[in-house]
Nanobody
Framework: QVQLVESGGGLVQAGGSLRLPCAASGRTFITGTMGWFRQAPRKEREFVAV???????TYADSVKGRFTISRDNAKNTVDLQMNSLKSEDTAVYYC?????????????????WGQGTGVTVSS
């Protein structure tokens, strides 16, 4: 059974930082895609960042220069480092993965999802 488990969410002041780890178990995604999405209240789930072996990383314009996605294939993890946080970053953050290296920005392109971790940025 494949599981993705996020952690690290919480309350932070605007301008602060948080790191969200995500650990995968049940299979590896070495040549696949791992990414992060978020969903704010009353909004649709939106793309944040993606990492694919051989294709590098891609970020949503709203987080470019502030967030960094990093993978450790030996540990089967993908982390999201979030700096210079803004109130509009408040959302539930989800880790996602696909064994196929689609490097996609649509939720439909991912096969496995974590349960989400909440991030609240106070202004």
């Amino acid at each position: 059974q494949v599981q993705l488990v996020e952690s690290g969410g919480g309350l932070v002041q605007a301008g602060g930082s948080l790191r969200l780890p995500c650990a995968a178990s049940g299979r590896t995604f070495i040549t696949g895609t791992m990414g992060w999405f978020r969903q704010a209240p009353r909004k649709e789930r939106e793309f944040v960042a993606v990492s694919t072996w051989g294709r590098g990383t891609t970020y949503a314009d709203s987080v470019k220069g502030r967030f960094t996605i990093s993978r450790d294939n030996a540990k089967n993890t993908v982390d999201l480092q979030m700096n210079s946080l803004k109130s509009e970053d408040t959302a539930v953050y989800y880790c996602a993965a696909s064994p196929v290296g689609r490097h996609g920005s649509s939720p439909r392109e991912y096969d496995y999802w974590g349960q989400g971790t909440g991030v609240t940025v106070s202004s």
